[in-house]
């Protein structure tokens, strides 16, 4: 049953990323740079750190996040906007201890924590830009991506905290920017 919900997972994810990238071209999404090259790291350590716990078919998930932020990252050096405002530098410096702190632990579910916190300090600033300009998000990559993640959880197999922990953050955080998205929509003027 592990595999179905592995499958399923991926199969949201790659429904859900080509819309992404595609309003990206078009100039529709911008993605914001310090958070997609937080992501590109953290989801490469996490994928990691995933593997040292002996997932299985959650690495399926694992695998193309890590790969879906990198190609996000290299759109947003050419289409995206921030990368060097205060909130980017705070968010880059509290990913950046998170990822040391990744790279030096002897366990891996404190590798894990300290991935969610590189993973939280990036979406910070996407938070903050998807809430002051709604419309620069694809809505549905990112329900696309909250759900996969919860069909995830299905994928891990067992319910252990430490395997749980990731897909459970992701899907929270993912879901979180389609609340910022919709605050945003309510309290603009021309609501």
Known sequence: MAEVFAFLSAAIV???APPYLFDILKHKTKPER??????SVQGSIAFYSQLLLHAHWSLLFAGL?????????????????????RIDIVALIIAAVGVVVSAV???????????ILADFAGLVPTLH????????ETTITWFALGTSALLAIGSVGS????????PVYF????YAVLVAQALGNYSSPSS
Not at 34 to 39: N, R, V
Not at 106 to 113: D, E, G, H, V
Not at 129 to 136: D, V
Not at 171 to 174: G, M
């Open 14 to 16: 790659l429904i859900g």
């Open 34 to 39: 310090a958070t997609w090259f937080i992501w």
């Open 159 to 166: 319910w252990e905290f430490s395997l749980l922990l990731y």
């Open 129 to 136: 830009k998807t809430y002051l300009m709604p419309g620069s």
């Open 171 to 174: 899907a929270l955080a993912n």
């Open 105 to 115: 632990a002897k366990a891996p579910l404190i590798a894990l924590f300290a991935v």
């Open 65 to 85: 996040n890590a790969g879906g932020n990198l190609a996000v990252f290299i759109l947003a050096l050419f289409y995206g906007v921030g990368g060097w405002k």
